[in-house]
């Protein structure tokens, strides 16, 4: 498939794979409050986005699609998320789940001989108390 290309603005942080869930509260609270003090407008869902990946860790950018370009700040920067090929998943229930259809989406992507771009991202859907109907589409970037 092609993911289309979308404007962010995110918070930045370098973490290992456990410590993700931790770091996302903290992380959107960021971005919102400094969504509150400018003229930006949102236009879509909460992202996610991974690279970098190493041993260690990996960068972990976090935040929303905005309606327009703006300065990076110290702790909102500006993502221009270029339109590509990407292998997709829906899932759809808790958010621990998602390691899960991970392992599924890179198995697929092996299977079907793709090549990994480094570069993944996560896309929340509306917010539900209950988490059974919590839906989050996954991308793999491919080359």
């Not at 590509?84 to 599924?104: D, E, F, I, K, M």
Request: net charge neutral; charged share 20%; hydrophobic share 45%.
């Amino acid at each position: 498939m092609t993911f289309p290309g979308v404007d962010l603005a995110v918070a930045e942080a370098f973490a290992k794979q456990a410590e993700i869930p931790a770091l996302f509260p903290g992380m959107f609270d960021t971005v919102y409050a400094w969504l509150r003090e400018l003229d930006i407008a949102q236009t879509g869902h909460n992202y996610a986005l991974y690279d970098r990946f190493s041993a260690n860790a990996m960068r972990i950018r976090i935040g929303f699609p905005v309606a327009q370009r703006f300065a990076d700040t110290e702790l909102i920067k500006y993502v221009a998320l270029a339109p590509g090929r990407a292998a997709h998943v829906r899932h759809t229930g808790p958010y621990s789940g998602l390691p899960a259809a991970h392992t599924v989406l890179n198995a697929w992507c092996a299977q079907q001989a793709h090549r990994l771009a480094g570069v993944s991202c996560e896309v929340y859907g509306d917010w539900h108390d209950d988490q059974s109907k919590r839906v989050t589409d996954s991308y793999f970037r491919l080359r």
